[in-house]
């Protein structure tokens, strides 16, 4: 978490500041319309989109070190609707996580955190989401190769 304004930090570490903080997720796939989801029981309007309320679990990191950092996002699995666009859907889905205080909607105090649906698991109670960030370390440095014959002057 990366907070830059001091008075969102001594809020958020404050036992009774007076200020809630919403999380706000956009699921954003090919062929579907935005998704725009708010941990809160009713809806907010930030930055000209309606975040519907939902309850879910926000996407927390887990850093080992070994690999590029992954999180985890879960839904209830409340509709069987969802489970069929999950099957549906054409990857990459991105999903995009971002922190707001609630008495200033349009503005981000943390965020946003642009992730790729790595995995899904569900089964009737829950649907599990892995999110992972750009496979940045299987690319190919440089892209291309440099080689005598085509870049002699490289190699003079």
Same mark, same amino acid.
């Given at each position: 978490m990366a907070v830059d304004n001091p008075?969102?930090?001594r809020n958020m570490l404050s036992e009774?500041?007076?200020e809630a903080y919403l999380e706000l997720v956009t699921l954003v796939a090919p062929g579907f319309p935005n998704a725009y989801l708010v941990l809160n029981s009713e809806d907010v309007v930030s930055r000209g989109n309606t975040y519907k309320a939902a309850y879910f679990m926000p996407p927390n990191?887990?850093?080992t070190g070994e690999e590029l950092p992954?999180?985890?996002?879960?839904?209830?699995n409340v509709d069987r609707a969802l489970v069929d666009v999950i099957r549906t859907v054409d990857p990459? @889905?991105?999903v995009i996580s971002e922190l707001v205080p609630m008495s200033?909607?349009?503005?981000? @105090?943390d965020g946003p955190y642009n992730f790729t649906l790595r995995q899904v698991d569900y089964d009737v109670l829950n649907i599990v989401g892995t999110l992972?960030?750009?496979e940045i370390l299987?690319?190919?440095?440089?892209?291309g190769t440099y080689n005598p014959a085509e870049f002699p002057a490289v190699f003079a």
């Open positions: 008075q969102d930090v009774n500041s007076g990191l887990k850093k992954t999180a985890r996002i879960g839904f209830g990459p @889905v991105h200033r909607p349009d503005e981000v @105090v992972g960030f750009e299987n690319e190919r440095f440089p892209y």
